[in-house]
């Protein structure tokens, strides 16, 4: 599964010429070094960790934290999409909460319409299609905004993240809804062939992302929009349509994200996902990707996602004061990204 | 020509704006509710369902004594209360029933109102100064936890390895809980605390936490929460692994969907809080401010009853 980083990136960014090989092998040290940085990082952290505490090398730990950074990963990958198209979505913590919820409304209450002396029950699948596309919708509008307003991305998630938020207690009273049934739980806590079932649709979230990015022509139209927005305008590229649905598709997967947590616990909390989308930002900033956009893979986010997921963990293992976790992930973050600038440069 | 632009286009903004604003201002605009006397609740959060049933319960008592109520949601942020404060004296606001959101920090909007000769009642939180607020109806988090610790000494037969689930550790009812929790248990020796992490009073991050603590330590006997949604979480966590039945949980606030826990044996004891009965003493305070009483008394303790398992079918709510 893990592989090279930096290669994944399709024709249209490798404006530069192509490299020489060169003979200097202290140099080709350093670019093996700059390609797989995040994964020698990860390497590190894990020996780091394994030597301090002997529960850290253990199947079940392994499971706890691939369970645990799903969502994450769910979210990091909708991210990265916005953040190569040079955007960023603020929002999707808040729509995670607001389609969590929904999902959990339909399913424990079903839809009253006393107008019309009306009641609407939800099946499991019809509660999940239902939430998922709340968050698509509440994404497509971030899109439709960004687009037809020329809004800043930073100022129209802002929004956007407030909106959900509200609409999220508008929604469930200020209460958690609980009681959602054994059939939805498994979503979040089963297992299937030995895996954790959160494992399996973060992963399937995550190889079709990879494909999306590198194998289909939307994926070369984010890098190219990402690299040169002029440059992809003139090249023909419907940059609206484009940008509409990479904003769908980071609501749609914060949804996602928004099931598993939900299932997890069984029960909605209407402060769910509660600046999650800070960890986003952080696990597609550790992984590579350029914050201007137009550089950067799925993978290394994923990359990404994995070291917040094991400092997260390693760091209650060896049960670090709380205090000094907060400085240590932060200078975590800060490193990433010296690194990742200082490597650029030298390529 | 670009300035002249600018303005017109920020012009229309606004009357676009205007509308919007009176129809959400709602009922603002109906002169029968404008003649009654108006009440702010203000609550330092909404985002969790304890707060909301304290800022419910007073705006709800408030208008049942004929009052207009209005809540105001500080977001855990003072700046934002001071906002709050300043609104509710410039538009004539004749008390505030009022959930702190810091001890030190909301000092200075209780002078303020205080000097505008509005009343100020203070409910659960205390604030560090005496005489600003006319009276405090406060939930005692320290005495509740040191009556909880004695229960866990009890509980635990005074041996064993626990862990601890602090909240949001810049928060002032995450230590006064762990302190009298710690002012019982620290005394035992035997007692043994093997991890003490936040989990920001938060259900999902608790199960989070519980989870890699158990990795560490699948030997505990028992989990101190903070709050009731970190208990759930807790348990959670020690249900996937099996241990549900080897560590004992403990929580503090009295939420419905642990006293249930209690009753089926999952959860061990918690801390019962009276937000309606301290929402419901703030406004009677309030009402009885505005028939000409004065003299309140500073403070009011509502005590924190424990709730466990030789006493859990009194707290059962019967439908």
Redesign the interface.
Known sequence: MITDTSTQQPEITKSEPAKTPSNNTAKDFRHYLVKFQSLIALFLLCAVIGLL?D??F?V??GW?VM??ISVNICISVGMTLVILTGGIDLSVGSVLAFSGAVTAGLLSAGIELPAFDLFIGFTLLGGIIVGMATGSILGAFNGWTITRFRVPPFVATLAMLTIARGLT?LWT????I?GLGEGFVTIG?GWFLGIPVPVWISAVVVVSFMMITTKTKLGRYIYAIGGNENAARLSGINIKKVKIIVYSLAGGLAAVGGLI?TA????A????G?SYELDAIAAVVIGGTSLSGGRGTILGTVLGAIIIGVL??GL????VS??WQQVVKGIVILLAVIIDKSSSKNQ | MITLHTYYSSNSTIWILLPLLFLFSGTSCDNKEAEKPRVAVVVST????WF?VLAQSAANKVKALGYEAKIFDSQNNTALETDHFENLIASGYIAVLFNPTDADGSIANVLQAKAADIPVFCMDREINNAEAPTSQILSDSYSGCVSLGTYFVQEMNKSGKYAEL?GL?GDNNTWSRSRGFHSVVDDYPNLQM?????ADF???KA???M???L??HPDINGVFCGND?MA??AY?ALL??GLDDSVKVFGFDGAE?VVAMIQEGKIEATGMQFPVVMAETAANFADQYFKGKRDFPKKIPVAVEMVKSSNVSHYIKQD
Request: proline fraction near 6%.
């Open positions: 505490s529960n850290f253990t079940a730990n706890n369970r645990q207690m009273n200020g209460f958690p609980s806590t947590v997890r616990l069984n029960s909390q209407p402060n769910a509660f997260n963990n209650v293992l060896l049960d709380p205090f | 909404l985002n969790n369902p909301v602090l550790v093997v991890a003490q992490q936040n938060d259900r999902n199960m989070e936490v989870e890699s603590i990795q560490a949604a759930l979480g959670q996937a692994s969907e």
